[in-house]
């Protein structure tokens, strides 16, 4: 035992240490996992508007958020228990390319694709009704 104050480090105990990088903890959880993709306020905002709109017509009656690591998706429900009519999909990785946003059928194919949500949105302008 030494007689030093508990607490205290003597000099020689520390010298080896400066060598070792001192880790943001925040920086070191987000790398080893990154938080999910979500939809902004204004961009839910859109969306809800025009699934108020359509709710008030009788075309959809349930909704479902999923915030994944690669994309965000804003599914469209008629029942609630079957698949989704529509997917409004934010995927930041196609930003810089052919837009963030797309509009996906119950069958999978992209309705509209764009960087901006309020232009993608507009797909629901047109009167589009699903099969029964």
Known sequence: M????EGQRR???????????????GVYRQSLDP???TFHRRE???ILWIYGRMVG???WRDYAIDHMKDKAVFS???????YPLYRIEKNPKLAAKQGA???VGTDGRILK???????????????LKALD
Do not use: C, N, W
């Open 76 to 82: 469209v429900f008629k029942r609630s228990g079957e």
């Open 113 to 127: 694709r764009g960087h901006d949500l309020r232009q993608v949105l507009k797909v629901f302008d047109k009167a």
């Open 2 to 5: 030494t007689e030093q104050p």
């Open 11 to 25: 000099d020689d105990e520390g010298a080896d240490r400066s060598a070792t990088p001192v880790v943001d903890l």
């Open 101 to 103: 946003f797309s509009v």
């Open 44 to 46: 839910l905002d859109a």
């Open 35 to 37: 938080l999910p993709v």
């Open 57 to 59: 017509e009788g075309e």
